[in-house]
């Protein structure tokens, strides 16, 4: 069982007679008063899909779920829901659009490397890989003989994703995004 300071983002974990996937924390160090840090955490039942905000000490023990990671691929959408084809099984998983909302901006037809995260057996999100390859489909054209210092303009991406390139980057390129932090990460 580890403690709430070793609980990581897409973990699951069992609280309250019930499965809840972490979504995200948010740690903060209370002034004034002895003791360890505190962490919101932002979870999401994996039955119902209710969200559950609960703070915990950095002390507190949790139970992790079992929790299953499958390679898969982009299978196609269906209105709100995104089917995924397992890599090794060839067996489906649909999954709602609003529980991976956030993930939705890098996901195209050609995205290799997903993980469907799976609690006892129903799918419940997805894990993107590190960086992703994504086209830009509109952008500012590259002006010449700009200064030496590296200035950035937006870009609009293939998903409608909106990034801050380089001004050398030009639209119809091909560029990799860090899925963390959001951010222009090179060409491809």
Known sequence: ?????????????????????????????????????IYRMRMYDVVTGAKLDESFKDSDMLTLADLVRRPSTL?????????????????????????????????NE???????????????????????????????????????TSRTKPATLSTGLIVQVPEHISAGDRIKINVEERKFAGRA
């Open 1 to 37: 069982m580890p403690k709430a300071s070793e609980i990581k983002k897409n973990a699951a974990v069992e609280f309250n007679n019930s499965v809840y996937f972490v979504k995200d924390i948010e740690r903060s160090v209370p002034q004034g008063r002895a003791g360890g840090s």
């Open 75 to 107: 299978s196609y959408i269906d209105g709100d829901e995104y089917v995924f084809m397992d890599s090794e099984d060839y067996s489906s998983y649909n999954i709602n659009k609003e529980s991976i909302a956030d993930e939705v901006a890098f996901i």
């Open 110 to 148: 050609e995205i290799q490397g997903i993980q469907v995260l799976l609690v006892n057996n129903a799918p419940v999100a997805i894990e993107l890989p590190i960086t992703v390859e994504l086209e830009i489909v509109e952008t500012d054209p590259s002006i010449k003989g700009q200064s030496a």
